[in-house]
């Protein structure tokens, strides 16, 4: 195994709590415009990481995939959303809110990719200088992709989860609804299947390579 580059490691860890922050507080923002006031009454209106971040989620499964050979699969607290307060047309709205998080991921990736691009690299002087910020800036941009990508599956727990749970109506809503106590189990077959290596991994590289 190669030597590891905690320099790098740092720097990934520093984009991903940025990366998850932003995404929860798009949710939490959104909610909070659609007529759910909860998350902001929970402070999660906020771009401290502190009211996001989970232990597990944020922390340690991200540092493990981080310094080993493992996917990076990173989460942060959900933003609780109370349906009976987004008032009429709730459904629609739910899927709005949970799409927010991986549209914030997007935008987050694109902004990163159109700075990285006016970054000159090109230089002794330059590289010196500018080379911890185009490194930060290129996570920037495949951290998020890899999220909005992760987030947009539509396994219960996850935010495309949701938005398929928004469009599916009748008993197929109720059986899809009844898997979400399972989807953190779900993702996890997922990746011990290859799935996520076939699928999510190369659909990330493939953007991000087109951002860069």
Known sequence: MPPINFVAVFIAFLVLIFSLTVHE?????????????????????????????????????PLIAMLTTAPLIGWAKPVPVTPSRLGH?????????????????????????????????????????????????????SLNVLLAILNMLPVPMLDGGNVLSGLLRGRVAEAFDGLRPYGFLILIALMLMGVLARTVFPAADAVSAWLL
């Open 89 to 141: 047309n709730w459904k629609r709205k739910y899927m709005v809110i949970a799409a927010a998080g991986p549209a914030s991921n997007l935008v987050m990736a694109v902004i990163a990719a159109l700075a990285l691009h006016l970054v000159p690299v090109s230089g002794r002087f330059e590289e010196a200088a500018l080379a911890p910020l185009a490194g930060f800036l290129s996570q920037m941009v």
């Open 25 to 61: 507080a798009a949710h939490a923002v959104t909610a909070d415009r659609l007529g759910d006031p909860t998350a902001r009454l929970l402070g999660r209106v906020s771009l401290n990481p502190a009211v996001h971040v989970d232990l597990f989620g944020t922390i340690l499964f």
